[in-house]
């Protein structure tokens, strides 16, 4: 049995883990931490009736004492930092979904996981059909090297551009066989109109009520455009993703970044 702490377990994404976690065979939620709805059960809170963890705050010691195996991280991008430390210092592999951590904060976290054998996986999108718009995106790129991105979340959502599409715009920006065709905007009227740039490729960030996560990556060519779109339309979609983490990273003797490593190894 799998033992699994959450943390952000009273958050969105980790109610949405407890519940998964909880369902399926082969793993159990051993300790559940946030720092808002202590002392409440994390299964009750999961909407799947009482499961005997309630929620603590202090990481260091649920994860010393259920002995967890792994640590399923979904809350903000500074916490999870810490949270992922902690985690490696005590020989518990992190699975993070958390997104907005800085390059640099992961590079370390990575050479950390590395020096103490520890496997961990980060994440930007656990949902297998935006692995698969990633992927197809980098084929794309190799014939039509013009592209823009198009990222819709909903507006409690703390960093802007999304995780997803960084890491979208560093895909074609790898498979690119050509230089980007630039646009020839000389005045923009009103300040990011044209959104953000990585490597000449324009990411537009939409953030309203009712949106889940979804991306639009278009390419331009003579004469024609192509649309790879992926909509997660409940935060269900990411969790095959999660489960097969938690399954995988167990493997693991270092930190991967990115589900399609585990999916396309
Ligand atoms: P949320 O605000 O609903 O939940 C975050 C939770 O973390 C809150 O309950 C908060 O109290 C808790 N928290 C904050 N600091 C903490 C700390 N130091 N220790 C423990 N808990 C702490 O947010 P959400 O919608 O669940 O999203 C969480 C993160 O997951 C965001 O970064 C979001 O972008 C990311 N996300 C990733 C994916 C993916 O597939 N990788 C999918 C959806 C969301």
Known sequence: MVGVVVTGAAGRMGREVVRAVSRTNGMTVVGAVDVNHVGEDAGVLAGVGPIGVVVRSD??????????????????AKAAVQN??????????????????????????????????????????????????????????????????????????????????LKTAEIIA?????????????????????????????????????????????FGGLGQTLTIRHDSISRESFMPGVIMAIKKVLELKEMVYGLDKLIFA
């Open 59 to 76: 990481l260091e010691s649920v994860l010393r004492e259920t002995g967890a195996a792994v640590m399923v991280d979904f809350t903000a």
């Open 174 to 218: 790898a498979n690119r066989t050509n230089e980007a065709v630039e646009d020839r905007t000389e005045l923009e009227k009103l300040s990011g109109a044209r959104g953000g740039s990585l490597e000449g490729i324009r990411i537009h960030s939409v953030r309203l009520p009712g949106f889940i996560a979804h991306q639009e990556v278009i």
């Open 84 to 165: 992922i430390r902690t985690a490696i210092a005590c020989g518990v592999r992190p699975v993070v979904g958390t997104t907005g951590i800085p390059a640099e904060e992961l590079a370390e976290l990575s050479r950390l996981c590395r020096e103490q054998g520890v496997g961990g996986l980060v994440a930007p999108n656990f949902a297998i059909g935006a692995v698969l718009m990633m992927h197809f995106a980098g084929i794309a790129a190799r014939y039509l090297p013009a592209a823009e991105i198009i990222e819709l979340h909903h507006n409690q959502k703390l960093d802007a551009p999304s995780g997803t599409a």
